[in-house]
């Protein structure tokens, strides 16, 4: 289970919350303008935009969950184990990419959501795997500074919306997520009045919000995100729009032991990212809450990749 994010106001930055009961060998990955990119099916790019994302341990080819290019385009991949729907076999008149393919495939070459939806628009996902690694079902969100979209492939071909809540999880399908938030229209983070007329006031600050699901499926997750999102205010400080960002995904992050897989593995909060779009990538890990950052590397002709992970660090102030 997973939550990305595009928040604007001020700037914009984009993130999310990687949400697994184990690991994919995560590593902190720039890939140079010069890495050549070989797909299955389409043409190499042997010169491309420079990235920088989260991706597998894979010194072959960038096997992103998020990333963001030099344009300031970004991209994550979400689970989407019921609903994706894949083409079986390259068709002829259609891009055709792998699902493993598509983050760097689309930001090697695009430089805005515009770009991005007119190329997709004549996209097909095939169910094409990574060497011996199995097919991913997935589901994307892709924003730049004006747009958010919701990427879904579904029976019949790639579906994209316009997501105006700048919120993506996983299932249900992006069409019952966006109609379910229908169902909260009246939350608010404002002091409630006493529409009773009964002379009575709220005992608490947050009432307004009452009915904001607590739980943590990806419905309630997206409507959470998404109430957050909308109400979020930032504050004065050279960081303070990341650490902000940060407590906005700390809203629906995984606590060890509050979910359990149907095996009985517990579903955490491995890592929480945010991107700036003018190529920092910041990052905290479920064990080190300090937040730590990448610059994008631009020259080059190799992947670099970073292990993330490391013990907390605790500061004392004695």
Not at 19 to 39: A, I, K, M, N, Y
Not at 95 to 121: M, V
Not at 151 to 168: F, I, S, T
Not at 272 to 287: A, E, F, M, N, W
């Amino acid at each position: 289970m997973c939550t990305a994010v595009a928040q604007r106001g001020g700037g914009w930055l984009f993130g999310r919350n990687l949400d697994l009961e184990c690991g994919f060998s995560e590593q902190v990955t720039r890939v140079p303008r010069r890495v050549p990119l070989r797909f299955f099916a389409e043409a190499e790019q042997a010169e491309h935009f420079a990235m920088l994302g989260m991706a597998a341990r894979e010194p072959r080819f960038p096997l992103f969950a998020e990333a963001v290019n030099e344009a300031g385009l970004c991209a994550a991949g979400l689970n989407f184990p019921l609903s994706a729907r894949y083409t079986p076999a390259r068709e002829e008149g259609w891009h055709n990419i792998a699902p493993h393919e598509f983050i760097p495939w689309l930001l090697g070459q695009c430089r805005t959501a515009d770009e991005a939806e007119r190329l997709l628009l004549r996209t097909r996902i095939v169910a094409q795997p990574f060497g011996a690694r199995p097919v991913p079902p997935l589901h994307w969100l892709v924003a730049d500074g004006r747009r958010t979209l919701a990427v879904e492939p579904r029976a019949g071909g790639l579906r994209v919306y316009e997501d105006a809540a700048g919120v993506l999880t996983n299932e249900p399908p992006f069409e019952f997520q966006r109609e379910n938030l229908r169902r909260y229209l009246n939350l608010t983070p404002y002091f409630p009045p006493d529409r009773f007329g009964a002379g009575l006031d709220p005992n608490g600050q947050g009432m307004g919000a009452i009915g904001l699901p607590g739980d943590c499926s990806p419905s309630s997750r997206f409507v959470r995100a998404a109430f957050y999102v909308k109400n979020s205010v930032g504050a004065a400080g050279k960081y303070a729009a990341v650490s902000q960002f940060f407590h906005l995904l700390g809203s629906v992050e995984m606590v060890r032991g509050g979910v359990r897989t149907a095996g009985g593995a517990c579903d955490v909060t491995r890592y929480s990212c945010c991107i700036d779009p003018r190529g920092v990538y910041y990052l905290r890990t479920y064990g080190n809450s300090r937040i730590r950052a990448w610059r994008m590397q631009t020259e080059g002709e190799a992947l670099v990749q970073d292990d993330p992970y490391s013990e907390e660090d605790v500061l004392f102030a004695d």
